[in-house]
């Protein structure tokens, strides 16, 4: 059983930034695949924003290529999502995500960010 712990979300101005974290918290060892965001806006379908492997490899949405930067902190099983330059399009619901070795997939409880234009 993983619990993903989501943080950073909030209301900025467009053009701002913001700076999301998810936490990994297991009671055995974790052995993760790759963690990642989606977002999903009011209407439309959930989304792949970002996703970072393990070995540091990292994929983004067109939408957000050269805007957000995903990251982690392996030692505590944290992923960031440094979001820039943001416009009234990126305002979603985001959600962390991560999937195992073990091919088990988790999801956090969403974070809204919401940008004002």
């Known amino acids: 059983q993983v619990q993903l712990v989501e943080s950073g979300g909030g209301l900025v101005q467009a053009g701002g930034s913001l700076r999301l974290s998810c936490a990994a918290a297991a009671g055995s060892t974790l052995s993760i695949n790759l963690m990642g965001w989606y977002r999903q806006a009011p209407g439309k379908q959930c989304e792949l924003v970002a996703v970072i492997t393990s070995g540091g490899n990292t994929n983004y949405a067109e939408s957000v290529k050269g805007r957000f930067t995903i990251s982690r902190d392996s030692a505590k099983n944290i992923v960031y999502l440094q979001m820039n330059s943001l416009k009234a399009e990126d305002t979603a619901v985001y959600y962390c995500?991560?999937?195992?070795?073990?091919?088990?997939?988790?999801w956090g409880q969403g974070t809204q960010v919401t940008v004002s234009s």
């Open positions: 995500h991560l999937l195992r070795r073990t091919g088990s997939v988790y």
